[in-house]
């Protein structure tokens, strides 16, 4: 029987592999490609399956033989006398195609004990075509700077808003796929709503625009939108889990910090559309400008967001180690949209980046004046040094962005340079205490030259490289993240890995076109949003067609709307914002809402200021999302449960996970439930009948109206509610004892209770939490 | 390209999710919640990429971690050297430079501590057990005590987090997900993947969420944690004034509003979150079920002792452990706090151990007598161990002991696990003697009781295959019977 039930395992096993490569761009059903590239059909397989013994890293490599570099790959093998990895031209002679398609164990490539697994057949015909064709080697597409191209010809030219439909139309139609209609207009504003605000619209922007019939009145919309400084707060959001911001110092005790400034200041730079280069110079090296200002030293608090130890019995060195590899994987994985990090202990074994590239990197950070360990628990500080003071003056000045209403002083943890320079060690298997030889700092060779002539070995030269314009991956990433924020899914699907383990773009000339446009408009970034949400492809139906599913599972090739969940933060904040709870105030140190009891003090080790949750009361009950308290050793768990970052270390995209512990959020959160009684109570005031009550709530939560369907349902669950209430069989009292806002006892109990309870079936309902 | 075959997956459970739906919204058998749904598991969970190379030994785990590192001097590594060298010097040629936590390396000496405690041999492999642990020593033939577990972090934090995730740093997922992702769950009703925490009165260290997080898994995988308030699970509990069947109904109806909403959008997800709906539904019945001890009979009491009646006690906990694991639940995951005896160890270590003793033993009895020992792992022991030397002040009575990543004792029990004594330290306790057991080797042995090849469960992020043993790690078959 155990046999059997393994075999079934192993079959049903390799049935999904099966089904899975079919949805692959390699399936053995694809038509080889009329000229086989490099870059998007060999290199990735190359990648997967043999660099790790033939690729970059000098260590492991076997046989002397690299397959990432042509000279090499065209040498005579050193172990195979007489043969050719591969000859141009020749694929019956070249060793590579023998071994991968041999039946011999001992003789197949990749070995069967490296678990790589064989290539199929199209992968096999692939290399035949490849090196039949001249096996030519190209650079690896993120590594060459972007161009644009001229746009593409498509059919369908009247459905183009903008240039971005040419290259997703052009797509659509090379596979047979037709764009959606544009969505309805409530639909529509709802998504452009939420993705530029992270707010559902109100009932008067819903009216405005129906009632507007003008050709302009989306893009009005739109710019009203990007005037609005919720804009800021939503687009800080991403950058919070890029620069993994958090509100205590992580590890073991786990005290309280001071780095939310940093955060206004993050708010404070998207709404004054601060120019995305510049933007990241401040961040990398605002304190080293000429005669820096406290907000460009406020803005090198981006790498200073990370966890610090104020664990007794430390070794500090270790932990300041620690710090400067934390600082370099931000830095790379967020700014870059590389993971060098495995270079840390050895060469790269996929991409051009070696052990010396890596602490080069790391050097322009080891400069810093802090150190790995200021003392334990019992004198933790709000900031550890450097430190940024910021006075009650400054904040009615240049930093009048920060929101206190202590006029105390406050201190932030920034960046600063020691007087004399540290000298940088490559590490010998990232070890702290095994230094070995000394490096200068220096950027990745392999993405572009550090030409030390034009940049000065320290943070400001990083910067400088890093937004010059022949740069190519800084713009690139950087669109393809907010890409990803609007289309749900980046146009490089892996959003922190460009390298050559990463996913191929599906509209790799688009993607340029945009980065390039970007950097020539100034890297206004306000701008590149207006780009996107006023294209044809944004302004789609979301409608799938079972084709359509079929097709493109994913919507890679956006012939429908995006239509996704929203992030924890915005469901918080549309739950408040629709019930009329939401407290609109911008910044200011962290709040802390209703939160299940017990939770930080069963994993506390008893020390510090935040031992135990004292739950705040009055207005930080209604704060946005994005204020809420992260503590990082128990981040507030209805967001993580709705896939927030635990902001443990850098990070650009979020899962989009559907589970049950989702569900009683939704269904049992006191949040959820006090916002459905005081929507209610509030409708009661008005003194209207109960269809006003019920459409009303319903196009405040889920932005539209009802249609006579769900009308019919959410009027029979509150008669059947009304009835149940009356009838004493179910307590009104009770029902509408939730959460601490004021009670209003001059309305009638048993009504509220029952449109209570409909207005909580509304917040459950899968559209309410949808964008 | 691991994360499509998860899509991937998600996608043929949503679109397999539709077909349950044409049988009608609430059809779903609401019937006896506790009965593993063994029927379904197999298609859903086929699609792991390390999936049981080999017949599993083990199906479930309960890991009673004991955090802060309990002294294994004190309780199984039985040194009467130390006893004899008591206040001598600990001497150079033992201590060969190894580093040392900031709490110690100032000290000018390393004053050796015999233990306070007295120790007894037990059983057939005539183990060496101390006096504090008298229930444990009383279930020795089932044991496999492993001597010379060590690890390399000499710091809680990273030491507990390397325990539990196979790296000091980084946001792995931890062990029990990289389970609930390889094996699944064998209880529709229940988490695969569920936490307990307990306290003691002992020095604490805290846990944190990242030790049962998912990492770059799906949080699906994410291990969700009991707590001992009304609500056993966050957000279980339908509000005050809404019953059941009040319940049953809003969803019913709510699922009209949705079904119409996918047929409107075809968007597979919706179909997603109304079965989550039920999902959740089934779960507000079958975890206060399982969380009842009201209805356990007096034998069960007496055996894991009167604190198992006390919900949020480490006997409460290994009770509950049982009724979960017993139900399908993967990874029961249990975290007892009070172990960093830096300082009055002896008096310290005596109430740790009055915590933990007698219910850890009577789990594996109770496992046992159920017949369910053979097909449960279950695994007790700290994030390292503790040194030879004196911390602070030394007295024939009193003492404290500093971390300790060089040797230390883990036992392991129940599914395919060898009873015994295992590795051997020497005689000061300092160093490892024989047979060498590294925190990856602990965790490629765990899986290969679960019938995995720990070289093969991998998931690709970010551009790298990861594994819960990173590069390394080599299965002790010494161990495994």
Redesign the interface.
């Known amino acids: 029987m155990l046999s059997r039930l393994l075999t079934l395992f192993a079959c049903i096993t390799i049935c999904v592999f099966v089904i899975n490569a079919c949805n692959n761009t390699h399936s053995s059903s694809d038509a080889l490609p009329e000229t086989v590239s490099y870059n998007f059909d060999i290199r990735p397989i190359l990648s997967d399956k043999c660099f790790i013994c033939h690729g970059p890293d000098a260590n492991k490599r076997q046989a002397s033989l690299r397959l990432d570099i042509a000279d090499s790959a065209y040498a005579p093998l050193k172990e195979t006398k007489g043969a050719f990895a591969i000859v141009p031209g020749k694929p019956e002679e070249s060793e590579l195609i023998k071994r991968i398609s041999s039946t011999d164990p001992t003789y197949l490539m990749p070995l069967p004990e490296s678990h790589l697994g064989t290539l199929n057949e199209h992968e096999i015909a692939l290399f035949k075509k490849w090196i039949k064709q001249g096996a030519k080697y190209e650079r690896h597409w993120a590594f060459v700077a972007p161009e644009k191209s001229p746009l593409p010809k498509v059919k369908n030219e009247q459905w183009t808003k903008n240039e971005i439909d040419y290259f997703i139309l052009s797509k659509m139609e090379s596979k047979g796929l037709k764009p959606n209609e544009e969505a309805d207009k409530e639909r529509l504003l709802k998504r452009v709503t939420e993705d530029i605000t992270g707010l559902p619209p109100s009932l008067q922007a819903m009216d405005d625009f129906l009632n507007d019939k003008s050709p302009g009145a989306y893009e009005k919309a739109v710019d009203r939108l990007l005037q609005s400084n919720a804009y800021g707060e939503k687009m800080a959001m991403h950058w919070l889990d890029v620069a993994r911001y958090a509100d205590s110092y992580g590890y073991q005790d786990d005290n309280i910090r001071t780095q939310w400034p940093w955060r206004d200041w993050v708010i404070h730079a998207f709404n004054e559309n601060l120019p995305y280069n510049t933007f990241l110079t401040w961040q990398i090296a605002g304190d080293m400008l000429p005669e820096a200002n406290k907000e460009e030293i406020l803005a090198t608090g981006f790498f200073r967001n990370h966890k610090y130890t104020e664990e007794g019995g430390v070794i500090p060195e270790e932990y300041r180690i620690e710090y400067i590899l934390d600082k370099t994987k931000t830095y790379s994985r967020g700014i870059m949209g590389l993971t060098v990090e495995c270079a840390q202990c050895h060469d790269h074994k996929y991409d051009p980046f070696s052990q010396k590239d890596y602490y080069s990197l790391f050097a322009f950070f080891n400069n810093t004046k802090e150190v790995g360990y200021e003392g334990d628990v019992s004198i933790s500080k709000p900031a550890k040094m450097p430190l940024l003071s910021i006075s009650d003056t400054d904040r009615k000045q240049l930093l009048n962005f920060i929101n206190d209403a202590d006029t105390s002083t406050l201190m932030v943890s920034v960046m600063g340079e020691q007087d004399t320079l540290r000298k940088t060690y490559v590490l010998d298997r990232g070890v702290y205490d095994r230094p070995t030889y000394q490096v200068l700092p220096a950027a990745l060779p392999a993405v572009m030259r550090f030409d030390t002539v034009q940049y000065p070995r320290n943070r400001l030269g990083l910067a400088a490289w890093t937004v010059n314009k022949n740069n190519p991956l800084a713009a690139r990433v950087f669109v393809n993240q907010l890409w990803q924020e609007f289309f749900g899914r980046g146009i490089v699907k892996s959003s922190g890995d460009f390298g050559m383990q990463g996913d191929l773009p599906t509209h790799p000339e688009l993607l340029d076109w945009l980065a390039v446009d970007f950097m020539e408009h100034g890297w206004d970034i306000k701008r590149l949003v207006k780009q996107m949400v006023m294209s044809a492809a944004y302004r789609q139906s979301a409608v799938a067609s079972k084709e359509k599913i079929e097709v493109d599972p994913e919507n890679a090739y956006l012939s429908r709307g995006p239509r996704f969940r929203l992030p924890a933060e915005l469901i918080r904040d549309m739950v408040l914002s629709s019930s009329g709870l939401l407290v609109r105030t911008i910044g200011g140190p962290s709040v802390k809402p209703y939160q299940p009891k017990g939770l930080w003090e069963q994993a506390t080790s008893g020390r510090g200021a935040l031992a135990t949750y004292k739950q705040d009361h009055g207005d930080s009950l209604y704060r946005r999302g994005i204020y809420t308290f992260i503590k990082l050793t128990v981040p507030p768990p209805s967001m993580v449960i709705f896939d927030a970052s635990n902001r443990d270390q850098c990070e650009v995209k979020r899962l989009k996970t559907n589970t049950p512990l989702q569900a009683l959020i939704m269904l049992n959160d006191p949040t959820v439930l006090e916002a459905s009684r005081v929507l209610s109570q509030k409708l009661m005031e008005e003194k209207k009948d109960e269809t006003y009550n019920l459409t009303k709530a319903f196009r405040l939560i889920i932005c539209r109206k009802p249609d006579d369907k769900e009308m019919k349902i959410l009027k029979s669950y509150y008669d059947e509610q009304l009835q149940s209430f009356k009838q004493n069989k179910l307590s009104a009292d009770t029902t509408l004892m939730q959460g601490e806002y004021i009670q209003d006892d001059k309305v009638d109990k048993n009504s509220t209770a029952a449109l209570m309870k409909t207005i909580e079936m509304i917040y459950n309902m899968d559209e309410a939490i949808t964008k | ?1 691991e994360k ?2 998860l ?6 459970n949503r679109r397999r999710f539709l077909s349950r739906l044409s049988l009608g919204i609430g059809s779903v058998a609401l019937g006896s919640l506790l009965i593993p749904d063994l029927f379904s598991k ?2 859903e969970e ?3 990429t390390g ?2 190379q080999f ?1 599993p030994k083990a199906k479930r785990i309960i890991y009673l971690f004991q955090n802060g590192a309990p002294s294994q001097l004190d309780l199984f590594d039985y040194k009467p050297l130390l006893q004899k060298m008591h206040g001598e010097d600990l001497p150079a040629s033992i201590r060969m430079g190894q ?1 040392l ?5 100032d000290q000018k000496k390393f004053p050796l501590a015999g233990t306070y405690f007295q120790f007894n041999q037990y059983g057939q492999a005539k183990a060496w057990i101390s006096e504090l642990l008298p229930y444990t020593a009383g279930v020795v033939d089932d044991l496999c005590i492993v001597k010379s577990l060590y690890t390399e972090a ?4 990273p030491a507990l987090t390397f325990f539990q995730t196979g790296a000091q ?3 792995r997922p931890s062990m029990g997900a990289w389970l609930s992702y390889g094996l699944g769950s064998e209880n529709k009703n229940l988490p695969a993947f569920c936490v307990l ?1 307990s ?1 003691g009165k002992g020095n ?7 030790l049962w ?1 998912n990492g770059f898994l ?3 995988h ?1 291990g ?2 009991f ?3 009304d ?1 056993p ?11 059941k069947t ?2 049953r ?2 969803l019913d ?2 699922a ?3 079904d ?2 996918y047929k ?7 179909n ?3 079965q ?2 039920e ?2 539904y089934r ?2 019945t079958a975890v206060p079920e399982i969380t009842d001890m009201s209805r356990e009979p007096e034998s069960i009491i007496k055996l894991y002792g009167p604190d198992c009646l006390v919900p949020g006690t480490f006997a409460a906990n290994c009770l509950l452990a049982r009724k979960l694991s017993e139900n399908g639940v993967r990874f029961v995951q249990l975290y007892h ?1 009070g172990w960093d005896a830096h300082g009055n160890l002896p008096n310290e270590i005596k109430g740790q151990c009055k915590d933990v003793d007698q219910s850890s033993a009577a789990l594996i009895t109770d496992l046992k007598q159920r017949g369910l020992l053979d097909e449960t792992l279950v695994i007790w022991g700290g994030e390292f161990g503790r040194t030879n030397y004196c911390q602070g002040l030394l007295t024939r009575d009193n003492y404290g002991r ?2 300790h990543p060089r040797c230390f004792t883990v036992w392991m029990a129940g599914g395919g696990i060898k009873p015994g004594v295992y590795g051997e330290t020497d005689e000061f306790g300092y160093n490892i003697a024989e047979n060498p057991v590294h925190v990856h080797d602990f965790h490629a042995t765990i899986l290969a009781l679960m019938g995995i090849d720990h ?2 469960l ?1 998931f ?1 992020h ?3 295959r990861y594994r819960l043993t990173d590069v390394a790690g080599t299965v002790v078959k010494d161990i495994m019977a």
Do not use: C, W
């Open positions: 390209m499509e075959i899509e991937h997956r998600l996608g043929m197999n298609d086929a699609a792991i999936l049981a017949a580093r936590t900031g709490m110690t390396a000499i710091n809680h934090d740093v980084g946001n925490l306290k604490g260290q805290g846990v944190y969420s990242k997080s799906d949080s699906i994410q969700v944690q707590s001992s308030g609500s699970v966050l957000y279980l509990n339908n509000p005050d004034g809404m019953n009040d319940r109904l809003m109806k709510l009209e509003l949705n119409a909403s409107e959008f075809g968007d597979p997800e919706i997603t979150r109304i989550q709906y999902m959740a779960m507000q706090q500093d971390h070289e093969k991998t690709r970010l551009g790298r």
